[in-house]
């Protein structure tokens, strides 16, 4: 296994709130307590160690005040001299309005040892560039830098399906499974069955190295049905989301660029047993393709996305197994399918120590994932010399959120990560 590397990027939830997406808003009540599973106040120390950051500490937290909405932040440093800090906020409501909502964040980051898969770093052979889906793993920059990132979505629920009288859904669960008031999966309709939500998003990056920096804003306009029946642990139904993102090259750092995206995910029930609760069969597909992109220029506004945006693999969310923004070119394609299987041997809730946690159930899953980018939009290119990786999780629902933990297994090396939520 060439340049074998664990991505420890989270012992105690490192990071734990900062790549959480909440695409419905909804409550949970569970059968056996009385009224409504709310957010608590948490805050988790945790320890970390990468081969680019060093061994770290940091703490990190959230706060629901009601409903909803809250709050969540981290901070880090390492002993490289290494440091982050990250402030949000989710479903908050704008005054006027229940359906419309806004989740801002604000990262702030200094790194001494940031791997960026750009130019072409590579002494054996001038021709290569860095990110393209043939390109050696050691074809990287390592820099100082550092980021700063403001990132708004603002999401308006529309009056359709499940949610045409209310802006909030209600589930009733069982230990923590649904058994009362899916949010989808009943109809293909969207006008019967789901969430559909318009998606606003103003997305503000600049990092500075000692070579060269990379500035952008842009605004991404999307549309997501999300047809579903339980959000954060899905059973049945499908979710869609299309988008196009555009910068329109307003600073003095950013030039123009465009791309357009869509995902796919579906969830197929699976086989009852006496030693399962549950067995789900998940689904995803995913594209970007950026026409505004000249792939045979190597100029800085050759109308490419910053290579952290747009036709982008590898990192927490898509090929796992490779590390964040490995490759990235003019177009790009990605599949996933994981088995999900709760045990029907749950032994949290009789152990007192971890009460607090309020731990439903817990979750194996295996994955497999496959993907490629390519410098133009070809089918026969697209699926042909594809990365992949496979690994196995673990999740668990504690209070009403999913927390995962992924091992991860690839060409480069392997990757070990804990976020929340589930992938897809």
């Known amino acids: 296994m060439r340049n074998p590397t664990i991505l420890l990027r989270a012992i105690g939830l490192i990071l734990l709130f900062q790549t959480l997406e909440v695409s419905a808003q909804y409550k949970i009540r569970e059968g056996d307590e009385a009224g409504e599973l709310k957010s608590h106040t948490i805050i988790v120390p945790y320890a970390f160690s990468t081969e680019t950051l060093g061994f770290g500490v940091g703490l990190g937290g959230s706060y629901g005040p009601k409903g909803q909405s809250y709050y969540y932040g981290t901070v880090y440093g390492t002993d490289n001299g290494s440091a982050f800090a990250m402030l949000g906020g989710n479903n908050l409501r704008l005054p006027g309005s229940d359906r419309l909502h806004i989740r801002p964040t604000l990262m702030l980051g200094h790194y001494t040892h940031m791997r960026i898969f750009v130019g072409n770093n590579n002494p054996d052979d001038p021709t290569e560039r860095a990110g393209s889906n043939a390109s050696s793993p050691d074809n990287y920059l390592e820099e100082n830098a550092r980021d700063v990132i403001l990132d708004l979505e603002f999401r308006y629920t529309l009056p359709w399906g499940h949610y045409r009288d209310t802006a909030v859904h209600?589930?009733?669960?069982?230990?923590?499974?649904?058994?009362?008031?899916?949010?989808?999966?009943?109809?293909?309709?969207?006008?019967?069955?789901?969430?559909?939500?318009?998606?606003?998003?103003?997305?503000?990056?600049?990092?500075?190295?000692?070579?060269?920096?990379?500035?952008?804003?842009?605004?991404?306009?999307?549309?997501?049905?999300?047809?579903?029946?339980?959000?954060?642990?899905?059973?049945?139904?499908?979710?869609?989301?299309?988008?196009?993102?555009?910068?329109?090259?307003?600073?003095?750092?950013?030039h123009k660029w465009t791309t357009l995206d869509g995902e796919i995910s579906g969830y197929i029930p699976l086989w009852d047993a006496d030693w399962s609760r549950q067995q789900t069969l998940a689904l995803s597909a995913w594209a970007a393709y950026?026409?505004?992109?000249?792939?045979?220029?190597?100029?800085?506004?050759?109308?490419?996305?910053?290579?952290?945006?747009?036709?982008?693999?590898?990192?927490?969310?898509?090929?796992?197994?490779?590390?964040?923004?490995?490759?990235?070119?003019?177009?790009?394609?990605?599949?996933?399918?994981?088995?999900?299987?709760?045990?029907?041997?749950?032994?949290?809730?009789?152990?007192?120590?971890?009460?607090?946690?309020?731990?439903?159930?817990?979750?194996?899953?295996?994955?497999?994932?496959?993907?490629?980018?390519?410098?133009?939009?070809?089918?026969?290119?697209?699926?042909?010399?594809?990365?992949?990786?496979?690994?196995?999780?673990?999740?668990?629902?504690?209070?009403?959120?999913?927390?995962?933990?992924?091992?991860?297994?690839?060409?480069?090396?392997?990757?070990?990560?804990?976020?929340?939520?589930?992938?897809?």
């Open 170 to 254: 209600t589930y009733i669960t069982q230990n923590g499974i649904l058994k009362e008031s899916p949010s989808g999966a009943e109809s293909m309709n969207p006008l019967k069955s789901g969430q559909s939500t318009l998606l606003f998003r103003p997305y503000y990056r600049r990092q500075f190295t000692e070579v060269e920096g990379k500035e952008t804003l842009y605004f991404h306009f999307g549309y997501k049905h999300d047809n579903r029946d339980f959000i954060p642990n899905p059973h049945r139904g499908y979710l869609i989301k299309t988008g196009i993102s555009h910068d329109p090259d307003w600073l003095a750092e950013t």
């Open 290 to 424: 950026s026409p505004t992109h000249d792939s045979s220029s190597t100029a800085a506004d050759n109308g490419a996305a910053p290579y952290f945006t747009g036709p982008t693999l590898g990192g927490f969310w898509r090929l796992r197994g490779y590390p964040s923004y490995r490759f990235h070119d003019k177009a790009a394609i990605y599949y996933a399918a994981e088995y999900r299987v709760m045990p029907e041997w749950q032994p949290f809730g009789k152990i007192g120590l971890l009460d607090p946690l309020k731990i439903r159930w817990w979750q194996i899953v295996g994955l497999v994932e496959a993907g490629r980018v390519a410098p133009s939009w070809d089918v026969s290119t697209l699926h042909s010399d594809m990365k992949y990786d496979v690994g196995i999780g673990l999740r668990g629902m504690f209070h009403a959120s999913v927390g995962r933990i992924d091992f991860v297994v690839s060409d480069e090396g392997f990757a070990f990560s804990a976020m929340l939520g589930q992938t897809f």
